[in-house]
């Protein structure tokens, strides 16, 4: 009966019918209506504790309102200058070096002509994706720490006289976190680009070998610019992420020594509020970052629909 | 024009080296680990193992099975992995298929709903205020019913569900069947590789995530393998500050050093061990995420 109904043009029915003959559909959908409502929405009626003094007693309704009180004080205060620093840094450090390397590992890993090998290699390289930060950073503590490997090797080659404590060094803590998330998802992001890579037609490449071009020439004149959409779109995510640290990593890698260089917004919104209980404080910072990374968010996807042609939406 | 021809075969040759060592630089640290957690735990301390254990010696795994708190965490891994996923799973593609349909009523205004939920939220702190006022701190349905729908699994699942052939639909329904059951006996058995790979996404997530039972779980019988390890190594952690300190060696922390390195073994099997039959379904997915319509 209802496949009947669809082919009556949808606007000759009333609503009420059209409901009715949609009633499995709706009750498919509705749950996770709801759901988004809840999990979603109602905690962003939450962000005025930003604006509040909210103590985990009382209700949000009655706490006092403080206007900016909070941001004013974050503001002055060196905190802040500190986290975003971090933040900034991190954020900018993966984007320059971690942004690049997945699609430069995808246009060589493409080359490997073997099927057999090149599958083996993307296997390898997903392997650390589905290892938890937590054992990735107890694996880091081991070989980081003053007996640990890495020493062991840095002083064999002479590099330095004697062991260090790496984790316990503020000025080594950006290269950590950055070159560790390297590691761990270097092959993983590269699915995405080699996916891409996948769907260029192979009559491109035989039209290049007709013209005479090279290896080199067809990854730089066909491959590259083939994925350039795959590329921007991957740009703009990573650009309004910029904020957005790894959380999971920076909470196991830091500690009381290093928490200089590894205090990044999200860390201080976990610290502050939770093992200080300054909620609305916290808030504040952190609805700083969302209103950032939105504008950042639409800012890339602007500049890259107007000079790229492609865009989120 | 010989010449160029050889500049042409080091290409390939660097290439494979350059592959060969990026493959070394990931599995390598990962073996150490094992191989470690393999070794009788004084003799590991002495250092100078790289390739092979020692002396080989399963205590530190002993230790960790006779250890009920791990095999409690673990358990509830297990459990929160299966029950999480599949909820997870079964119910955004429910959703999902009811969106694929272009004639549901207000799916534009749900889209957009959404889609403003994958660029914004509330943050950390409203997340857990209203996880507390609906009572599911401390409670196991804290690993299920937040995290039952993501809205950018529902854009994948959406995108397979459209290049599902409609005339299969329709035949089902001429045999009487309502949406609910055509989703149910006819698009899920279609759609399996698009459910693995949903399924191995947040099946990943779910197995890994330690934070939630940081953050919202202090009953300890509730802690998951990824938070009882991220106890253990933050205790350490400062622990190892002390030992950086001359004389500070004691031989319990290496100990604890050893029963680490095996929990993070074990903490680790389960989920390396499925991927490599789930390989061949996330690369598309992927890349069904990847394309826009």
Redesign the interface.
Known sequence: ???QI?HIP?RKLS?KS??YH?R??????L???I?????????????I?AFKRYR?IKS?ADAPWVGLDHFRELFTEGDFVMVIKNTLGIGFMRLFIGFPLPII?AL??N???HAG?KR????????????????L???M???L???G?FN?ILMKMGVIDEPR?F??EPESFWNIAVFSDI?KE??WGA??Y???ISGISPTLYEAATVDGA???HKMMHITLPSIMP?VS?MLILAI?GILTTN??QI??LR???NQSASDVI?IF??RV??KMNR?SY??AI??F??VV??IL?LGANQISRKTQGHS?? | MKIKEKKLELFPKINTLLMILICFITLYPIWYTIVLSFNDANDAQMGGIYWWPRLFSLKSYSAVFANANIINAFTISVLRTVIGTLTHVFFTAMTAYAFSKKRLVGRNVFLAIGTFTMFFNGGLIPFFLLLKNLGMLNNFIVYIVPTMFNFFHLIIFTSFFRGIPGSLEESAMIDGANEFRTFIQIIIPLSMPVLATIALFHGVWNWNDFFWGVIFVNDESLQPIGTYLYRIIAETASSNMKINMPGAISLKAVNSQSIKLATMVVATTPIVLTYPFLQKYFVKGVMIGSVKE
């Open positions: 009966m209802t496949n669809d949808l609503l059209r409901i949609q499995y559909l709706l009750f498919m959908a749950p996770a209506v759901w988004m409502i809840v999990f979603n929405y109602i905690p962003m009626y939450g962000i504790i985990i949000i590992f060589f890993l080359e490997i002509k090998f083996t290699i993307q296997t390898i390289s997903y392997l650390p994706h589905f290892i938890s930060w937590v054992v950073g107890g694996i503590m081991n070989w720490s003053d007996a490997l062991e404590f984790l316990a590691w270097l092959g699915i995405i080699l996916a891409a090279n290896r080199w795959t779109i309004s959380f999971d909470l196991v500690n009381a020594v999200d919104v976990y509020g939770f909620f916290a808030q952190s609805l970052k969302s990374a939105l968010l989120l939406f």
